[in-house]
T-cell receptor, first 113, second 113 residues
Framework: GAGVSQSPSNKVTEKGKDVELRCDPI?????LYWYRQSLGQGLEFLIY????????KSGLPSDRFSAERTGGSVSTLTIQRTQQEDSAVYLC???????????FGPGTRLLVL | GEDVEQSLFLSVREGDSSVINCTYT??????LYWYKQEPGAGLQLLTY?????DMKQDQRLTVLLNKKDKHLSLRIADTQTGDSAIYFC?????????????FGTGTQLKVEL
């Protein structure tokens, strides 16, 4: 079946603008994860959803970052007032259940000018 | 410490075996994973091993786990140019509210003719 999809694949924005990144998990997967990959920090965990709730938001780097998930499916990661240090690849993953193997999407490459 | 460690680079000749090493931190990690990332792409799951195993073989891939030393390795037999990529090990950790993958820094494998 279809894998995890993310949109847009690339996003260029100006400093101070808001951006929304979207993730469509594998159908039937109840758990969804956001990670960030940047040159300086490697791969970092951001947030995890089980269904529509987010029991672990520990990785969100600041209050400019938020995420939601509706209908137990699509998730949106929003970055407000983007900064240049937000430039990174944002990866989404899903798993059938918590504690099961995570499958990753292709990522969204964000560049903040 | 908190870090999952890997060497940054490995260069091998086509046809040789490659061994990529990883040291993880959490002795209670239940699963350990290897992911592959090709340029401009997301993370592709290669294989994983459960913590009560010490070896897993899957075609050209062999995973060895030394739980006492918290050492994980990935051996690729008969390495091909298409194996050139960055390889990430990851340990699955339970957090207060859920679970997350903690990734190593990645090892860039270069396969030369």
């Amino acid at each position: 079946g279809a894998g995890v999809s993310q949109s847009p694949s690339n996003k260029v924005t100006e400093k101070g603008k808001d951006v929304e990144l979207r993730c469509d998990p594998i159908s039937g997967h109840t758990a969804l994860y956001w990670y960030r990959q940047s040159l300086g920090q490697g791969l970092e965990f951001l947030i995890y959803f089980q269904g529509n709730s987010a029991p672990d938001k520990s990785g969100l780097p600041s209050d400019r970052f938020s995420a939601e998930r509706t209908g137990g499916s699509v998730s949106t990661l929003t970055i407000q007032r983007t900064q240049q240090e937000d430039s990174a690849v944002y990866l989404c993953a899903s798993s059938y259940r918590q504690q099961e193997t995570q499958y990753f999407g292709p990522g969204t490459r964000l560049l903040v000018l | 410490g908190e870090d999952v460690e890997q060497s940054l680079f490995l260069s091998v000749r086509e046809g040789d075996s490659s061994v990529i090493n990883c040291t993880y931190t959490d002795s209670s990690s239940t699963y350990l994973y290897w992911y592959k990332q090709e340029p401009g792409a997301g993370l592709q799951l290669l294989t994983y091993i459960f913590s009560n195993m010490d070896m897993k073989q899957d075609q050209r891939l062999t995973v060895l786990l030394n739980k006492k030393d918290k050492h994980l390795s990935l051996r690729i037999a008969d390495t091909q140019t298409g194996d050139s990529a960055i390889y990430f090990c990851a340990e699955y950790r339970l957090t207060g509210g859920g679970n997350k993958l903690t990734f190593g820094t990645g090892t860039q494998l270069k396969v030369e003719l």
